[in-house]
């Protein structure tokens, strides 16, 4: 290649391009987060732990709750622990024993761990690279489907989750409902592959932890040329959707918003399904449907 | 205070570079989604990497592989979620591009973005950045028979809509 | 004399005028476009579930589709050019609790965007910059009245079978890159955000067929071939 063409190459470098507004202060915010919170650095790399890793943690974290008294301790030295916890009398006078269970419960912990979390991670005990395999929620009713960051086929992305939970204590249910919905490089879990249905299918916490995502973000990736970019106006009644009392349940507005997605999914599906005649990629079918309604 | 001056001294880098470094960028994704995304990523490392300059070469040409390897992992993790490549048939290998001259530098970087991800990466080192085989090899973790034939294929694309243009 | 120099001017400037309105189609194309929807009646509406979605429509030599994603729903709508027999497109629901799927013939597809036969189009001097191009105002007056506002480049063109994939744009010399339906209640634009030649991937044009049901779809003419 001559070198004039080199040089025409080698321009390039100097080529310049103004990006857009916005973008150092919005870094610098990041850098200033890193310098306080440097944990928090997971979040930009969306350093999410796998679900394999989450149960891992639903399971030992137990460990934390349990106590086994000292030798030599008097318990009724110190009153508090008399009243709070009964328990404890026990550990203290069985204590052997006491030994024996914790140690039994923890086998049999790490037994379950083993039967029912699949390993998909390959063996390599010095690793710490996140699996990029595609990971699906524990979502009761139907298996959810994860929404690859392609815009394959839906059978090729599915991964199915077995939801076989009966003989598993209702605690360890619900923290292993805690800690679904993880986005993956932006990849987003729903429920059949429809956010407006997930939004009115699940509930608690994997409602919570799956609306923060996405106002938090502010942008649903599909994949690199299909996006959902959340309005305001969406990510309040999102968060009407969460909003829950004290003690936990949903709120008057919380269930009103529900049964307004509920609506509105008929109102479409009616409107949408019957055939091919009408079609929302089409703006006039979609004004149509829109400025009626 | 501090973190005040700070702020200003990175302020100034990045109106340096940042034309240069967000064009870099594009040329490397290919779009301005992508671009925006790994811009942001790298100018964070440049600023976790500042203290590590040791003054051995200008500092644009050591931020410019700080924005070369950024764009490069971007790539890589996406290629194992995105579409995989798909080599086109082409028997003709050219081993110069004619009618180069008549371009200007939009159209070159228009052609370049029309490029498969693989091919516009080897075009940008290669060529742009005048990496040789054996150092994109390194890099992308190919061989260096493959880099070569790679730019051989991507030169024939870009030798087509070079002759598009030119029409 | 006047005349003689017009006639000239004429016979020199029309030609590469004429070159640069039919300007050469890509080999691939994507094109993203992002879907707002604003409501004259305050607060959120059913709008909204539909509000920040994408349409995106990839064409490749003998593929096409064209793809809605939204809060609301995921559907594409696949065209096949290679195939021989009738039935070469397909509309697929990609969401929600029952997925299906319609074989569309060109006919039938032609029969469902029967509102845009007759329409008319009238290019403006006004121009916008899209994308990267700069693009021309056009309004497309369709058969029943209705107006649709259009900002169109002529650097490119969608390839031939564009005349199908959007037969909204027959009447449009070139591609383009955004459209908007207004009305007294709101409007409804679809703005370009994204032009991409780059190589597309092939599976973007396989079909799903995972608990997907296949629907069957007949119009009156439709029915007369079988």
Excluded at chain 1, 115 to 126: C, D, I, Q
Excluded at chain 1, 130 to 138: A, D, F, G, H
Excluded at chain 2, 56 to 77: H, M, P, Q, T, V
Aim: hydrophobic share 35%; glycine share 6%; aromatic share 10%.
């Amino acid at each position: 290649m001559n070198d004039n063409c080199n040089a025409i190459w080698k321009q390039l470098q100097q080529h310049s391009m103004q990006p857009p507004e916005g973008i150092f202060d919005k870094v610098w915010q990041h850098i200033l987060q890193q310098q306080l919170h440097p944990k928090n650095s997971a979040e930009w790399n969306n350093d999410i732990p796998t679900e394999s890793e989450i149960n891992e943690r639903s399971i030992f974290s137990k460990l934390q709750q349990y106590s086994i008294a000292p030798p030599g301790l008097q318990w009724s030295s110190n009153g508090a622990e008399k009243k709070e916890s009964p328990k404890k009398r026990k550990f203290f006078y069985l204590d052997q024993f006491g030994k024996a269970a914790a140690v039994l419960l923890l086998a049999g912990g790490i037994a379950f761990f083993w039967m029912t979390v699949p390993r998909k991670k390959k063996n390599n005990p010095g690793s710490q690279i996140t699996t990029t395999t595609k990971v699906s929620p524990t979502i009761v009713p139907s298996s959810p489907i994860v929404i690859g960051a392609n815009d394959t086929p839906l059978a090729n992305n599915q991964i199915q989750l077995k939801i076989d939970q009966k003989n598993i204590a209702k605690q360890q249910d619900q923290e292993k409902k805690k800690a679904v919905l993880p986005m993956i490089n932006n990849s987003v879990a729903a429920y059949e592959n429809d956010f407006l249905l997930t939004l009115i299918n699940y509930e608690d916490e994997e409602l919570q932890q799956f609306s923060t995502k996405i106002i938090n973000k502010k942008k649903i990736m599909i994949s690199q040329y299909s996006y959902i970019n959340l309005s305001d106006k969406m990510a309040q009644m999102v968060q009407d959707l969460c909003s829950v009392k004290p003690n936990g349940k949903p709120t008057k507005k919380a269930k009103k918003t529900k049964r307004k997605f509920e609506r509105w999914k008929k109102m479409d599906e009616k409107y949408f399904d019957r055939g091919p005649q009408k079609n929302p990629a089409d703006i006039i079918d979609l004004s149509d449907f829109i400025m009626k309604k | 205070m501090v973190i005040q001056d700070e702020e200003k001294a990175f302020r100034k880098i990045y109106d340096l570079l940042s034309g240069k470094m967000y064009s870099l960028c594009l040329r490397y994704t290919g779009n301005t989604h992508d671009a925006n995304d790994v811009f942001q990523e790298a100018l964070i490392k440049l600023y976790s990497n500042l203290n590590k300059y040791r003054g051995i070469g200008s500092f644009e040409g050591w931020a410019r592989r700080i924005f070369i390897n950024s764009c490069l992992d971007y790539l890589k993790e996406r290629q194992k979620l995105l579409y995989t490549e798909q080599l086109e048939n082409k028997n003709i290998e050219v081993s110069e591009l004619s009618g180069m001259e008549k371009l200007n530098q939009a159209d070159l970087l228009k052609i370049i973005s029309q490029l498969p991800t693989g091919y516009r990466l080897i075009v940008n080192l290669y060529l742009v950045e005048g990496f040789s085989h054996r150092e994109i090899s390194e890099m992308l973790g190919i061989s260096e028979g493959t880099s070569k034939s790679q730019l051989s294929r991507a030169r024939s694309i870009l030798q087509d809509n070079i002759s598009r243009i030119n029409e | 004399m006047s005349l003689k120099f017009f006639l000239i001017t004429t016979l020199f400037a029309v030609p590469p005028l004429l070159g640069k309105t039919f300007a050469q189609a890509p080999g691939q194309l994507t094109l993203v476009y992002d879907i707002t929807i604003k409501k004259n009646k305050s607060g959120g509406g059913i709008e909204e579930t539909y509000n920040g979605g994408t349409r995106t429509v990839f064409i490749s030599n003998k593929r096409a589709r064209i793809r809605l994603v939204s809060l609301m729903r995921i559907q594409s709508v696949f065209f096949d050019f290679n195939e021989i027999q009738e039935r070469q497109i397909v509309l697929v629901k990609e969401s929600g609790t029952k997925k299906y799927l319609y074989q569309i013939s060109t006919k039938q597809w032609k029969e469902i965007n029967s509102k845009y036969v007759g329409s008319s189009s009238k290019l403006l001097n006004d121009s916008l910059n899209l994308g990267g191009y700069k693009c021309r105002k056009a309004i497309i007056s369709l058969a029943s009245g209705r107006k649709i506002t259009a900002y169109y480049t002529s650097s490119f063109t969608a390839g031939q079978q564009a005349t199908l994939i959007e037969p909204l744009f027959n009447c449009i010399p070139g591609t383009v890159l955004q459209y908007e339906v207004a009305s007294g209640t709101g409007s409804v634009i679809f703005k370009i955000s994204e032009v991409n030649l780059q190589h597309i991937a092939p599976d973007v044009f396989v079909l799903p067929q995972k608990n997907i049901e296949i629907r069957k779809f007949t119009t009156k003419e439709a029915a007369a071939d079988l």
